[in-house]
């Protein structure tokens, strides 16, 4: 369960609209985040926080440790601007030349969180976006609650990560597209129609019901079949076992 961070969090509230109403500069703004690690998110500034990480002679706003190992980068952006994925993508090399894999964006009033893959060139996915002033408060809280020290040590933010991968449009395409989920939505169509139905009809009348800008983003999705075990693999039957004569 995310750490109950709301109380803490709401004595920002009229720091961060302040901070967003006069257009703080981005040292400003990174003053006050820092009060906020420490207070909300229980880091220890002298300890767990370092300030302009050095990364090949360039600076990360905020490397946040646990244990004295870099867990994620903080980049920041003056209050009185919206933050843009334009603005993920420096703090993104920095990641990457670090083997860091993941980045919160911040202008004190606006949270995002990203996870970085470095399998082909950088990828950035945004897990959530939170905003203090605008969203409903609770659930920014519970979002933001996610870089707390205690929840970054039990890994919940990969946990998070890996529920919203499952639930993705792409994730939930892929579960229905195994051969098992199909063959059992034929046995279905068959009780219920008396014909059995081709898997290719089948897979033709799920894509249907999903509009091709969602298959645009999904992307290609091919029908995982059981891999059939070779000649070799395949382990020999058991001897038969001759009953006892019985005596």
């Not at 369960?1 to 961060?16: G, R, S, V």
Request: contains cysteine; glycine residues 4%.
């Amino acid at each position: 369960m995310p750490i109950d961070i709301a109380q803490d969090l709401k004595k920002y509230i009229p720091i961060f609209q302040q901070a967003s109403e006069q257009n703080l500069n981005e040292a400003e703004t990174s003053l006050r985040i820092g009060k906020l690690l420490e207070d909300v998110l229980g880091y220890y500034i002298f300890k767990d926080i370092t300030k302009e990480h050095t990364i090949k002679d360039r600076y990360v706003d905020y490397a946040i440790k646990v244990d004295g190992k870099v867990v994620f980068f903080i980049e920041i952006k003056q209050a009185g601007i919206d933050l843009r994925e334009k603005h993920i993508e420096q703090a993104s090399n920095y990641a990457a030349n670090a083997g860091v894999s993941w980045v919160a964006l911040t202008n004190g009033r606006c949270w995002q969180l990203y996870h970085l893959s470095f399998d082909d060139g950088i990828q950035s996915d945004l897990i959530w976006s939170a905003d203090i002033l605008s969203d409903d408060f609770k659930d920014a809280a519970s979002k933001i609650s996610y870089l707390h020290k205690k929840s970054i040590t039990k890994k919940e933010h990969e946990a998070y990560f890996e529920k919203i991968k499952a639930l993705s449009p792409k994730g939930v395409v892929q579960a229905i597209f195994q051969e098992s989920i199909l063959k059992a939505i034929r046995l279905h169509l068959k009780r219920k129609s008396g014909i059995l139905i081709d898997e290719e009809d089948v897979v033709s009348a799920i894509k249907s019901l999903i509009s091709q800008d969602a298959w645009d983003a999904i992307g290609e999705v091919k029908v995982k079949r059981k891999r059939k075990l070779k000649k070799e693999e395949v382990p020999p039957a058991p001897a038969s076992i001759e009953p006892a004569p019985s005596t």
